[in-house]
């Protein structure tokens, strides 16, 4: 069923006016459905988002209408429903949730079942995560979407977008029974795997400027399907990230430890597409683009740093009772640790996650993917930073992981 959002995005999308039975061909609506789209259309043009002239209708350039279009775009790249996400009482109860750390069914006056459908929508599009079910206790993360959402619709009070609730209790419980689901299931287990596979590989490299949708990633990976117009590096990036990523998790479920020289490989695999650079480290000082706060080591130290961290990784993984606290204090120094290194011209953060999810997963925490809802904070507590952040790396983290574990043993439970 085509809505007003649909018809507003390939208008927005279009330089030139466009008649309505241009619009109605788009969708392949026959003439019965013409008037729908007339409709549509002259309701946009009411709300000031479109235009109409003598030669069509025509999108209206403006903060609103702009607004809208990035609200769609970001749904579109990552595979989202925008015309779920564009629903007033969502929105509202948006406007409620992220004014709170968590939120329960008593802090909203919402029916039951719309409050459900509300939040199987957020949790599906890894927008939410459901912390238990009863009692009801939900936490909505704050994004650069959720966002644009609250202004689009008119709400302009302040929202949380920092929190530091510990949930490792909540990790502790979820750990107990993933250890038993997978004991029980192990090939159900590997399924999930590789449908994590996909998502991180898009979210990881979105991170990194790489333009392709989540379905464009699909289509290459699973679908040996090239899409049209696309270039040859953004693909090539993408597939060279898979093998460096089915490597690492090769090596984590076999505990292989990491050494430089694994450290080197992952980054050959991930950059094979600039081979003047991948897997050597560099003799040459770099910067983060955009952040020039960000202290990077200078070249000439790069290496005497790299081998003191990965001393002290030795010396860690040799700790056989290390509790989940002192696992994920470490997994966030050294992720941080390794990124203010900086050993490589560029695929340095890339490389980072991938080490990460190596010293997690060798520990026997599935960690897959970072979802989307929470790529925005990771990024800003990390290469993004105006300083290093390992405390607030280390809430974040924390909610990565029982995002990962509860969908994980969701699955397996069925």
């Given at each position: 069923?085509?809505?007003?959002?649909?018809?507003?995005?390939?208008?927005?999308?279009?330089?030139?006016?466009?008649?309505?039975?241009?619009?109605?061909?788009?969708?392949?609506?026959?003439?019965?459905?013409?008037?729908?789209?007339?409709?549509?259309?002259?309701?946009?043009?009411?709300?000031?988002?479109?235009?109409?002239?003598?030669?069509?209708?025509?999108?209206?350039?403006?903060?609103?209408?702009?607004?809208?279009?990035?609200?769609?775009?970001?749904?579109?790249?990552?595979?989202?429903?925008?015309?779920?996400?564009?629903?007033?009482?969502?929105?509202?109860?948006?406007?409620?949730?992220?004014?709170?750390?968590?939120?329960?069914?008593?802090?909203?006056?919402?029916?039951?079942?719309?409050?459900?459908?509300?939040?199987?929508?957020?949790?599906?599009?890894?927008?939410?995560?459901?912390?238990?079910?009863?009692?009801?206790?939900?936490?909505?993360?704050?994004?650069?979407?959720?966002?644009?959402?609250?202004?689009?619709?008119?709400?302009?009070?302040?929202?949380?977008?920092?929190?530091?609730?510990?949930?490792?209790?909540?990790?502790?419980?979820?750990?107990?029974?993933?250890?038993?689901?997978?004991?029980?299931?192990?090939?159900?287990?590997?399924?999930?795997?590789?449908?994590?596979?996909?998502?991180?590989?898009?979210?990881?490299?979105?991170?990194?400027?790489?333009?392709?949708?989540?379905?464009?990633?699909?289509?290459?990976?699973?679908?040996?399907?090239?899409?049209?117009?696309?270039k040859s590096k953004d693909i090539d990036e993408i597939k060279n990230?898979?093998?460096?990523?089915?490597?690492?998790?090769?090596?984590?479920?076999?505990?292989?430890?990491?050494?430089?020289?694994t450290i080197l490989n992952y980054h050959s695999l991930a950059m094979?597409?600039?081979?003047?650079?991948?897997?050597?480290?560099?003799?040459?000082?770099?910067?983060?683009?955009?952040?020039?706060?960000?202290?990077?080591?200078?070249?000439?130290?790069?290496?005497?740093?790299?081998?003191?961290?990965?001393?002290?990784?030795?010396?860690?993984?040799?700790?056989?009772?290390?509790?989940?606290?002192?696992?994920?204090?470490?997994?966030?120094?050294?992720?941080?640790?390794?990124?203010?290194?900086?050993?490589?011209?560029?695929?340095?953060?890339?490389?980072?996650?991938?080490?990460?999810?190596?010293?997690?997963?060798?520990?026997?925490?599935?960690?897959?993917?970072?979802?989307?809802?929470?790529?925005?904070?990771?990024?800003?507590?990390?290469?993004?930073?105006?300083?290093?952040?390992?405390?607030?790396?280390?809430?974040?983290?924390?909610?990565?992981?029982?995002?990962?574990?509860?969908?994980?043993?969701?699955?397996?439970?069925?």
């Amino acid at each position: 069923m085509v809505t007003k959002y649909d018809v507003f995005e390939f208008v927005y999308t279009n330089r030139h006016p466009l008649k309505p039975i241009e619009v109605a061909k788009k969708f392949k609506k026959n003439e019965r459905e013409y008037d729908n789209i007339h409709r549509m259309l002259t309701e946009l043009t009411r709300e000031d988002l479109l235009t109409k002239n003598n030669y069509g209708f025509q999108a209206k350039k403006h903060d609103k209408s702009n607004l809208l279009y990035q609200i769609i775009f970001h749904c579109l790249r990552s595979g989202i429903n925008y015309n779920q996400l564009l629903n007033p009482g969502l929105v509202k109860f948006l406007s409620i949730a992220l004014q709170r750390k968590e939120i329960t069914s008593k802090d909203v006056n919402i029916h039951p079942i719309t409050l459900r459908k509300y939040i199987d929508i957020l949790h599906k599009n890894c927008l939410l995560l459901i912390i238990s079910e009863k009692p009801l206790r939900v936490k909505v993360f704050y994004n650069i979407l959720l966002n644009n959402l609250l202004v689009y619709f008119g709400y302009k009070h302040k929202v949380v977008t920092e929190d530091t609730t510990s949930y490792l209790e909540e990790i502790e419980k979820e750990l107990v029974k993933f250890k038993k689901l997978k004991r029980e299931n192990e090939t159900g287990y590997q399924q999930i795997v590789d449908e994590f596979e996909v998502s991180f590989i898009h979210h990881s490299l979105s991170l990194e400027g790489n333009p392709l949708t989540l379905n464009e990633t699909k289509k290459i990976l699973k679908d040996k399907v090239i899409p049209a117009n696309l270039k040859s590096k953004d693909i090539d990036e993408i597939k060279n990230y898979q093998k460096a990523l089915l490597q690492m998790l090769r090596d984590s479920q076999e505990k292989e430890p990491l050494t430089l020289q694994t450290i080197l490989n992952y980054h050959s695999l991930a950059m094979q597409h600039e081979p003047e650079i991948a897997g050597k480290i560099r003799n040459i000082e770099v910067h983060i683009s955009g952040n020039p706060n960000f202290k990077i080591t200078k070249a000439e130290d790069v290496e005497k740093e790299l081998e003191v961290l990965i001393t002290k990784y030795n010396d860690f993984i040799k700790k056989e009772k290390a509790g989940l606290k002192e696992i994920l204090v470490f997994a966030v120094y050294f992720h941080n640790e390794f990124q203010h290194i900086h050993p490589f011209k560029d695929g340095n953060s890339r490389t980072t996650r991938l080490l990460t999810f190596h010293l997690l997963q060798s520990k026997d925490i599935p960690i897959f993917d970072i979802p989307y809802g929470l790529l925005d904070e990771y990024l800003s507590y990390t290469k993004g930073s105006r300083k290093r952040e390992d405390q607030k790396l280390f809430s974040n983290l924390q909610k990565v992981i029982l995002f990962n574990l509860k969908k994980i043993n969701e699955r397996l439970g069925r």
